[in-house]
């Protein structure tokens, strides 16, 4: 079956319907264009048809936007020149929208039929697109719904006619925020920015959307008429200009040049303001052509989207486990951690028992929630019976006998083995025989930490991120004897609480920590060899790091990073590797420079906790050396650092899908998010170029850069991470 059907009224009005076939919302494909462009073809050529309303087969919404699937495809089906065969598919999409925009005019703008596009709620890239092209955009008051043009976040550019118009629409200084930023509007505010041209009751959306075709409205776009001028100025203009200087700073100035989407929009934008509207289109795919030939962006797609959606599809979820779905949790800990637990349960819309040792503590957890639904309640993102709702879910108490009932118990108590284990006992004192106990831990082994359990198979670890409602993933580790329910269950819950889970096997540190701490280590002991802090924090960040090391450890606190390198050392022994690292934190630590919560660390601080510069007694106990190791070099230590981990993590069987390292490194530790993720990254520079340069930096920074032997093997055979372990290609 087709997703486009047309159907023409006694009046005239011809209805082209989008209703994907098999899926919640409309996602376009390569066969959805020859079949809207059939349609359009077919109103055009019909004497009998006046005018065209394009709408959605779906309730509250038109369409979330191209399927991404086709996106990260569409290089290797371009054929054996990827550039042509991509240009010539996206001008001949094109093509299309430029046919319904010109409605059927002749080149004086005479005649001409006028298509109108109803959304009933959410339109995003192409999904907006496609209504840009038409004459008026009619959007059902829907205020759940979201319009706008999200491609940024993905490493792409609305490449489908859609940054042409907006900025044709907006000005570049209007346009910049749906543009650069991906910012979303619900119906009234994309009326107001200027997006749409009505927003009506969503029962009479098709009907307003008649009456404005049978009034035989003017259909021609600003653009096409004669002495057009772009609002705010093209860039010759004096104020244009200004405007794209001003552009091009803040580009550079939030990408830090990493993201090639960014700049190609903005090019696309510079050049197309300069050249009539059909020139700017051919000018847009151009740019599109070449952020799509760019591996970062279909790295970013594979990881961000495609990988992460399969991943909270369950791809990693145990065969043959009925649902698990949580219907009572119990959290033991009310401190920051398991408040934050105990929120995002409840807004998942289950019944949580928040424990704690003293009853003020307790309540303390569960005025954290109140918190966030008042901020909520302000921001009119929530309602006071909302609130009353999650709240009314938390029992804040110190009795564990209310944890009767509870199918998962979630422990978020103080990192310490005894005091784990002494909670543990109680918890299953009271619970029943199948209840899956959970751990949250971001060191401690899981294996270890189930001896306390009566049942090793039903004891799981899970890793939540700080802040817990913020962070968007979930690390589930599985100790030697977990069995598959609890992982089931552990996965189900996540899922619940819209969260991404990875599952990893217990080893030190996990994924996550294993990966991060190098990456800190690496900073600190730089700081050690008289390398100026100011060039490792800028190297980080140029290399796409949302945080330099050293700003890191101040946000996770140096106290803390002193407490894992004690209980590391006292693990490993004689083998210990961080001795110089330590010189500088617990040196740090001594003189009270906790990090941001002392409003002292490797930054100064502000009285009010504003972060300033780095420290200068930084550089007065650790002198900056004379010669200085070139930016590359710097970068190259400290992404090693990381990736170098996550190549360890699989060869030791920590992580048992690469999808879940990719994506883990992002959405936990911010990964370079241009790069795709640790793995992706390795192929994009490819293994053999990866084994070389890290066995240099072992040969002159010591053996922790030594490529690991799996790395090795792939570099002498030329394989790349997705091609010898992607699941999807295996599938």
């Known amino acids: 079956m087709t997703d486009f059907t047309m159907r023409t009224d006694a009046d005239g009005v011809a209805t082209i319907t989008w209703d994907t076939q098999g899926k919640s919302m409309n996602v376009m494909n390569q066969q959805g264009f020859v079949d809207l462009d059939a349609l359009i073809d077919q109103a055009l050529a019909d004497d009998a048809v006046k005018g065209v309303i394009i709408t959605s087969g779906k309730e509250g919404s038109f369409a ?123 119906p009234k505010k994309a009326l107001a920015a200027g997006l749409i041209h009505e927003v009506v009751p969503a029962d009479e959306l098709e009907a307003k959307a008649k009456e404005w075709i049978l009034s035989g409205p003017s259909i021609v776009k600003p653009w096409d008429e004669k002495g057009y001028k772009m609002p705010g100025g093209a860039p010759y203009h004096p104020a244009g200009f200004m405007t794209f200087v001003g552009a091009s700073a803040m580009v550079n100035g939030n990408t830090k040049g990493v993201y090639p989407a960014a700049k190609a929009l903005l090019s696309s934008v510079y050049e197309g303001a300069l050249v009539p509207f059909d020139t700017a289109l051919k000018i847009e795919a151009r740019w599109f052509t070449n952020v799509l030939l760019n591996p970062s962006s279909s790295n970013m797609i594979r990881s961000l989207f495609i990988n992460k959606e399969a991943l909270e599809k369950g791809a990693v979820r145990p065969d043959g486990v009925d649902d698990q779905s949580v219907k009572k949790v119990g959290v033991i800990g009310a401190g920051m951690m398991g408040a934050g637990i105990a929120l995002v349960s409840a807004l998942a819309g289950i019944e949580v028992v928040l424990i704690d040792s003293k009853q003020e503590a307790a309540d303390k957890g569960k005025a954290y929630t109140t918190a966030y639904m008042d901020k909520g309640i302000a921001r009119k993102k929530a309602t006071e019976e909302k609130k009353e709702a999650v709240l009314g879910l938390i029992n804040a108490t110190t009795d564990y006998a209310a944890l009767e009932g509870c199918d998962l118990i979630v422990e978020a108590v103080f990192e310490d083995v005894g005091v784990k284990a002494e909670v543990t006992k109680k918890v299953q004192a009271v619970v029943g025989p199948d209840c899956i106990f959970a751990t949250n831990t971001s060191t401690l082994p899981i294996t270890e930490l189930a001896k306390a359990s009566n049942n090793e198979e039903q004891f799981i670890g899970i890793h939540f991120f700080s802040p817990v409602d913020k962070m968007l993933l979930v690390e589930i580790i599985k100790g030697k004897k977990t069995g598959d329910r609890a992982t089931a269950k552990a996965l189900d819950f996540v899922r619940q609480i819209k969260k991404t889970p990875i599952v990893v096997n217990d080893e030190r540190f996990f994924y996550a920590n294993r990966c991060i701490i190098p990456y800190i280590n690496e900073g600190i002991r730089m700081v050690k060899e008289g390398v100026e802090p100011a060039l490792i924090e800028n190297a980080a960040k140029l290399v796409g790091m949302p945080l330099g090391p050293l700003q890191l450890t101040d946000e996770t606190s140096i106290d803390l990073g002193v407490k894992i390198a004690k209980a590391t050392k006292a693990a490993m022994g004689d083998a210990y590797p961080n001795a110089e690292v330590d010189e500088v934190l617990f040196w740090m630590e001594g003189e009270g420079r906790l990090g941001r919560k002392s409003n002292a660390g490797f930054y100064d601080y502000d009285e009010k906790g504003k972060r300033q510069l780095l420290w200068q007694g930084l550089r007065e106990q650790y002198p900056t050396a004379d010669d200085q190791p070139d930016l590359t070099e710097v970068q190259n230590r400290l992404l090693f650092a990381q990736v170098l981990e996550a190549v360890r993590a699989i060869e030791e069987d920590v992580l048992m899908d690469i999808r879940e390292g990719d994506v883990g490194a992002i959405l936990g530790w911010g990964f370079a998010p241009w790069s795709g993720g640790p793995l992706s990254w390795l192929d994009m520079v490819g293994t053999p170029w990866a084994a070389e340069t890290t066995n240099a930096l072992a040969a002159k920074h010591g053996d922790r850069f030594k490529a690991p032997d799996l790395l090795e093997d792939m570099a002498s055979k030329n394989q790349s991470f997705y091609g010898r372990f992607d699941p999807a290609k295996a599938a």
Do not use: Q, W, Y
């Open 64 to 186: 979330g936007g191209m399927d991404l699937n086709v996106i990260a495809k569409m290089k290797e089906a371009a054929g054996d020149n990827p550039a042509k065969g991509l240009m010539d598919g996206l001008m001949a999409t094109h093509a299309i929208l430029r046919k319904i925009e010109r409605g059927g005019m002749d080149d004086k703008n005479k005649g001409g039929k006028p298509i109108a596009c109803c959304l009933p709620g959410t339109a995003l890239g192409i999904g907006f697109e496609i209504p840009l092209a038409c004459h008026r955009i009619f959007a059902a008051d829907n205020p759940k719904a979201k319009i706008g043009l999200p491609e940024i976040m993905v490493g792409i550019f609305p490449g489908m006619g859609g940054t042409t118009r907006v900025t044709r629409m907006l000005g570049a200084m209007g346009a910049s925020p749906f543009l650069l930023e991906g910012k979303l509007s619900d």
